[in-house]
């Protein structure tokens, strides 16, 4: 294991930095992998035709109107909801714009190789699979802490700068593009009503499978010097971290749904939340 060594006075302190490099390590292999299989999953939903994600209806009706694949209108999608973050000051992380690169063309890949499915017996098991891979995929990449999607980076910005509750906030939105895609031709059926009531409980059931500990003071072995009295040893951590995930968007006190950085709720002095990024 590779080690830095420093000396503080008499006593010298050896800390591992192999961890954190794993660490890191696995937080971007979680992060593209979560992505690309959010892709696949959204990618399933449209195949089941059962319908669509409040999001997912809009793109498919921009689909529809402009003739450009459904991958290719949500990467346009995301990158215009992030140019939105810039009057409400809102930041971008890694996570944040890797969702606008990587979901779209993992979405357009599957959508060539998986054909359009006939048949309740088939439509339902499709639609359940993209569900449940599209929880485990949220789960993935949120826990890997490289910032909010485009689209709920909005819904937080809006509820910081306007003062209205997340859930007010998330409402009024999706409100929104669901009406439009569907004026425009998105579909909107039994799936759209499934995954609102599936991806919130799926979400925070994988974000804590999935979820990587948080950094703290390092790993630390304390050996006495020249002239101290005895030896003291004992590695100091931090408590891991634990992200909290709820349905989409239920309370300020509870954190923000689907893709980073919304309220979070408070324990043992420590504030813990996220939202689930797309």
Known sequence: MDQSTTTIGSTRVSTHVSRGSTR???RLLQLYVGLALYGVSAALIVRAGLGLEPWGVLHQG???????????????VGA????????????PGLGTVS?????????????????????????????????VLNGTATGLYIAARFGPGPRDGLMT???????????????????AVVATGFALGGSVGVGTVAYALAIGPLAQMFLRVFAV????????????G????GRESGPTT???????????????????????GGPARESGGRVEGTAISR
């Open 80 to 91: 215009l909801v992030l140019l939105l973050w810039i009057p409400i000051r809102q930041r």
């Open 213 to 224: 500990a948080e950094p703290g003071p390092a790993a630390a072995v304390a050996e006495s």
């Open 24 to 26: 890191l390590t696995r």
């Open 238 to 260: 931090a408590e891991p971290g634990f992200t909290a995930v709820t349905r989409e968007g239920e309370g300020e006190e509870e954190g923000a749904g689907r893709g980073g």
């Open 157 to 175: 910005g809006l509820h910081r700068v306007t003062g209205r509750s997340i859930r007010l906030v998330r409402t009024g939105l999706e409100a």
């Open 62 to 76: 921009l689909s529809e109107l402009t003739g450009l694949t459904m991958g290719v209108v949500t990467t346009v």
């Open 226 to 229: 020249p002239g101290s009295p």
């Open 99 to 131: 969702n606008v690169l990587v979901i779209g063309v993992a979405m357009d890949a599957t959508l060539a190789l998986v054909p359009e499915v006939r048949g309740l017996l088939v439509q339902i098991p499709v639609l359940i699979a993209g569900i």
